[in-house]
């Protein structure tokens, strides 16, 4: 079987209040009301690391760790950050090169926004599927402040955080299945300009707040619905049979938007998650699911269906087995 075997995070720096944080004085009365209602109490502040610093950080505490040796990894598959150090070169292969995974193949996937998580899964598998001698696949990513501003409105507020990821042949945390769907339609709701730009003025704007509040929150219930269905149906699992539902961690409003459309319980884990850390990116479900192992939430056996989408559009679910 293909699981999960580790999952490390690495979260450096200091935890701040969002209280604390100086955008909030900037803010509108209808984005304080939100900003202060997201369910986000603090978030981490990595200083001047940037998301590969944060990506390679959580690679190497996976390792050192776990005992895993780097040359044990025949792909590493990075979640590259929407805003690279440098443009051109490759901080894909500049990973394999510092964590001396000499016998990796190593490339980057992109453009998915939190749902690069899941698909970097998907990929994991079927690269283990497909080639009987591989053993082990890392996944990594760092999340990291884009600009001077954490609060994405009217989505949710940033933290910093690397995390990383080995999976393999293992008879626990199996993927048992990944479904991903897309729709270019919403490509460009959200977007950060930078060129002609400093970075002291890079802002992510939503191109329409109205769109994003209904329209894509009608289809992601939709596209979730139907997903959750097949996947289940293609797994002969009912959803009486799943133990816990999980979500990348955005606002406690997402957890109770999706726990009644669809009749379900989201995992505690998340809130907890989401007022600790805020919002990692794609690798807020790596975080989920370290939680509810580590914590005992977990046990083996459980079913468990991970819920990740992102505003680009793309939405997807994960079938795991502890």
Known sequence: MIGIQHIRTYTPGTPVSIHNLPEKTTLDDSELAYFTSCGINTVY???????????????????????????????????????PEQFISSEATRLQYDIKADNAVSFAIANLGCADSSMALKLARDFLVANRKANHVLICYGNKLISRYRFRYPVTIMGDGGVAALIGRTTEHKITDVLLETNGRYWDLFKLEYQHKTPDQYKETCSD?????????????????????????????AKEQISHFMLQNISARAYEYYESAFDIKISPICAMNLGQYGHLGAGDIFLNYQTGVESGLFRKGDKVVIMNNSPVAAWSSVLMEV
Do not use: C, H, P, W
Not at 71 to 79: A, F, V
Not at 220 to 235: A, G, Q, T, W
């Open 45 to 83: 502040n990595a200083g001047t690391m940037t998301s590969y610093d944060l990506a390679r950080g959580a690679s190497e505490k996976l390792l050192q760790e776990t005992g895993t040796e780097a040359s044990s990894i025949d792909l590493i598959i990075y979640l590259q950050s929407r805003t």
């Open 209 to 237: 707040v109205r769109r994003y509040g209904f329209e894509l929150a009608l289809e992601s219930k939709n596209r979730f619905r139907e997903i959750n269905k097949s996947l289940l149906e293609r797994n002969a699992t």
